[in-house]
């Protein structure tokens, strides 16, 4: 079957790193995302990785394992700005399968 | 360049009645997919398209269906609507299917069934 598992929830303080961690059983694999949600928004696209390694972009971070189905994304420099839902997401063929997301808490 | 644009952006609409929504991906892309997002679901495939085909459909029933056309831009359709069905609808544009590239949102349609 397709499982995509992530914490709920996360607190950091501002300033700080945090990882995400994302592991993943799916029956395809052509690629892993991670998004950004701020409530009442749209998506917005912040990593893609499909071949195994780091790919930095900043203050973001997106690691895959793909023989160990796992994932992370890595924020650096944490601002308060950061607080919002980040959904881990496979695509298999032309689909995305989604986590239910980490709801990251940035405080002061 | 303009990104992935839905239209409308909110929609009231009632049991039993039918809705149309719009999807214009980012120039150049070829595909579009769209989502439902709910809050108990998390962001669920609805189907995808590519060059005026529907190459992949997720588990949902007949009353969602969808379209795209020759400029790429697609359109999706739920008729009958229930109570269930409001939730953000969200369509993804990515240069080509099947994978290996990049997918965008747009800021999604908000649906409620009253």
Redesign the interface.
């Known amino acids: 079957g397709q499982n995509i598992d992530q914490p709920t929830e996360m607190t950091a303080t501002e300033g700080a790193i945090v990882q995400i961690n994302c592991t993943y059983q799916t029956s395809g694999f052509n690629g892993l995302f991670w998004y950004q949600q701020h409530a009442g928004e749209a998506p917005t696209f912040l990593s893609y990785n499909v071949l195994d390694g780091l790919e930095e972009k900043g203050r973001f971070s997106s690691f895959l394992s793909r023989s160990k189905g796992y994932s992370y994304l890595l924020l650096k420099e944490l601002q308060m700005k950061d607080s919002a839902s980040y959904l881990c997401a496979v695509r298999e063929g032309g689909k995305l399968i989604f986590g239910q997301g980490t709801e990251l808490s940035v405080k002061p | 360049k303009a990104g992935v644009t839905q239209t409308p952006r909110y929609l009231i609409k009632t049991r039993g009645q039918q809705v149309t929504l719009s999807c214009s991906p980012i120039s150049g892309h070829r ?1 579009v ?1 769209w ?1 439902q997002q709910t809050p108990g679901q ?4 609805l189907f ?1 398209y ?1 060059s005026e085909t529907q ?2 459909k ?1 588990n949902f029933p007949g009353r969602f269906s969808g379209r795209q056309f020759s400029n790429s831009r697609s359109e999706m359709n739920v008729s009958t609507l229930e109570l269930g069905d409001s939730a ?1 609808y ?1 369509c ?1 544009s990515s240069l080509d ?4 590239t ?7 349609t908000r649906l409620t069934v009253v």
């Open positions: 595909s997919s989502y998390g962001l669920q495939f995808e590519f190459r992949n997720g953000l969200l993804a299917w099947g994978g290996g990049e997918a965008f949102f747009g800021q999604g």
